[in-house]
């Protein structure tokens, strides 16, 4: 499609690919933008489009006029046209669909960038994947390096098992191999004995060496244990390191072509904050950052979390504190504070009230063993308050409903002796919850950033291990809606840059028809009374994320007075066949008035 103004050259001259050399409202030149300025008439005017304004109403328009960075008017194309100046340009969207910048609410872009600096990573589909990776990484590694299998989660494995350490040490008798699923994984022979590690090594803290119960000897599998590896990699469980800017730059350019205009990094360091003010700064960044500041272990006392928590909020940028929420521009702003609860379903090492129970997928051997908490109850308890007195606003990743129990009653006592209702503190993934923890978030006000991948890609073998009882509660968005609460949609992108075959899949259109569908790789449709609607799931991935993050004044729907962070899209997901969601293309993103990406 080629949009053009009326009457006036085409706008959307290409420059280095993607990104247009100069925002729309600085294409006519000077005189006009000083013109349009003295008249106070919109600089632009999209027309002729099927606006899904994401308003209260749903409302839906033909155009809209904007003045800078701004929507200033919306209204239908009479109304709207009425409003031009002689100078202002008018965009004929040819009764495409218009809607707000999507927004993701949960990424890793750093880790995500650097992830195939060294070498393409293969998307896993089965254990001889694995192997044939790990193959190929022997053939050209030398003896004695690491070899990591990164975030290989075993719910996606056609076997739907993580590798045993024997079936490791066939293929790498030379190397120390890891094959990570997330806090949970599997490592060789190889990486034992480099490593020290005997059936006399301790359990670090809040973490499992796992020994066979008859022999005592180490597995080889790891639960939140990989502090006792030595000489691990730094990205193998990670990305804090020092940031490549071409690389971020190239990763947020991709986003923009699937829709994307927001994200919310959910564990931006000090290093990301500086190059996101840095791409700021030089006009180079093309999504908008909600920076979620991570509080790290140990948490010993009172005193030494206030310190945390202070320290948290310094200074990594000259005269820009990182925190606490709430801080910084429109551009780049800090958001909430983020402890890592329990482990995940991906793995089976999520905080569960019942046993996950012994099996071959997550070599489970203990027969009461229910996941794995990271942070004491007590603790976390003081963690919330201070946090609360701070003024942080707070999410924990918490994947089980034991863990959320946990969570919940944190954030309760948080609000008996400080007061939370109102600060919108949230649950990151909150994959599993009940009646009781669903009535608890609406008694404080509390959201969650969920991942509906997660539903498409992991429902088949979590129904094996749990069974439909337990699985009933699983992504359950029906229930949390109608209870009032705002959840909304994100990817926990961790790997690849693939849209599709990243991990996690990072595309929102592909997010937004599984909340539709309810659609589940090897099932079908699964617990059909809890899908979305259109409009809803939309909402999902607009103006839910933007209110869980104190932004929906700012964006996430089309009206006046919000940022004009746009996209064009191919046909209208309102009324499009539902199989046709998951492949929206998107014609062109604008963020903040300029175009960021427009399709060949």
């Known amino acids: 499609m080629n949009l053009s103004f009326s009457g006036h050259r085409p706008i959307l001259a290409v420059a280095q690919g993607l990104l247009l050399s100069s925002a729309l409202v600085h294409t006519a030149g000077a005189e006009a933008r000083a013109a349009a300025a003295d008249n106070g008439k919109p600089d632009a005017i999209i027309r002729n489009a099927k606006v899904i304004t994401v308003d209260r109403d749903d409302r839906i328009a033909e155009a809209v006029a904007l003045k800078g960075n701004r929507i200033v008017a919306v209204g239908t194309n009479a109304e709207v046209d009425a409003l031009a100046g002689p100078m202002t340009r008018k965009i004929d969207a040819g009764g495409k669909a218009l809607l707000p910048g999507l927004y993701d609410s949960h990424v890793h872009p750093l880790g995500a960038a650097s992830s195939e600096k060294d070498h393409p990573i293969p998307s896993f589909a089965s254990l001889n994947d694995i192997k044939t990776y790990i193959t190929e990484r022997v053939n050209t590694q030398k003896k004695g390096t690491w070899i990591v299998v990164r975030y290989a989660f075993p719910t996606r494995l056609r076997e739907r098992r993580f590798p045993t350490r024997a079936e490791l040490d066939a293929i790498a008798p030379d190397h120390p191999v890891l094959h990570q699923g997330g806090p949970a994984g599997v490592v060789n022979s190889k990486?034992?004995?480099?490593?020290?590690?005997t059936q006399d090594t301790p359990d670090p803290p809040a973490g499992t060496i796992v020994k066979d119960p008859e022999t005592n000897e180490p597995t080889g599998m790891l639960r939140n244990a990989y502090s006792v590896l030595k000489g691990l990699p730094r990205d193998a469980y990670s990305d804090d390191g020092e940031p490549d800017s071409a690389r971020v730059k190239d990763l947020f350019r991709r986003y923009n072509t699937r829709g994307l205009t927001s994200i919310a990094d959910r564990g931006a360091s000090g290093p990301a904050l500086r190059l996101y003010r840095r791409l700021r700064d030089d006009g180079e960044l093309t999504v908008r950052v909600n920076a979620t500041r991570i509080l790290t272990p140990p948490f010993e006392d009172r005193d030494k979390i206030v310190k945390k928590l202070n320290d948290l909020a310094g200074y990594a940028t000259e005269n820009e504190p990182n925190g606490p929420s709430g801080v910084g521009d429109d551009w780049v702003r800090i958001g909430p504070m983020k402890v890592f609860l329990d482990g995940g379903m991906l793995n089976g090492t999520a905080a569960m009230r019942e046993p996950w129970g012994v099996g071959p997928t997550y070599q489970i051997t203990e027969p009461d063993y229910r996941g794995q908490l990271f942070v004491e109850p007590k603790m976390l308890a003081i963690i919330a308050e201070e946090a609360a007195r701070r003024d942080w606003q707070m999410t924990a990743h918490a994947a089980g409903e034991a863990a959320m129990d946990e969570l919940l009653l944190a954030y309760d006592r948080a609000d008996r002796t400080v007061g939370i209702r109102g600060r919108r503190w949230l649950i990151t993934h909150a994959n599993f919850t009940t009646a009781e923890n669903l009535q608890r978030c609406v008694d404080l006000g509390v959201g969650a950033d969920i991942q509906p991948a997660w539903l498409g890609l992991d429902t088949r073998t979590l129904l094996e291990v749990l069974g439909p009882k337990r699985m009933a509660w699983f992504h359950p968005y029906?229930?949390?809606?109608?209870?009032?609460?705002?959840i909304g949609g994100g990817s926990d992108h961790m790997i690849r840059l693939d849209a599709l075959g990243a991990t996690n899949p990072w595309d929102p259109w592909l997010g937004i028809w599984i909340a539709v569908t309810?659609?589940?790789?090897?099932?079908?449709?699964?617990?059909?009374?809890?899908?979305?609607?259109?409009?809803?799931?939309?909402?999902?991935?607009?103006i839910n994320n933007a209110r869980l993050h104190f932004e929906e004044h700012r964006k996430g729907s089309i009206e006046p007075g919000k940022l004009a962070d746009l996209i064009l899209v191919d046909r209208d997901p309102l009324t499009c066949p539902e199989n046709d969601l998951k492949t929206t293309e998107v014609l062109w993103t604008m963020v903040g008035g300029s175009i960021v990406y427009q399709s060949r």
Request: glycine share 10%.
């Open 518 to 542: 309810r659609q589940a790789e090897g099932i079908g449709v699964f617990n059909p009374d809890q899908k979305l609607t259109r409009a809803e799931a939309i909402r999902f991935y607009t």
């Open 191 to 197: 990486a034992l004995t480099l490593s020290g590690i």
């Open 478 to 486: 029906r229930k949390w809606l109608d209870a009032g609460l705002t």
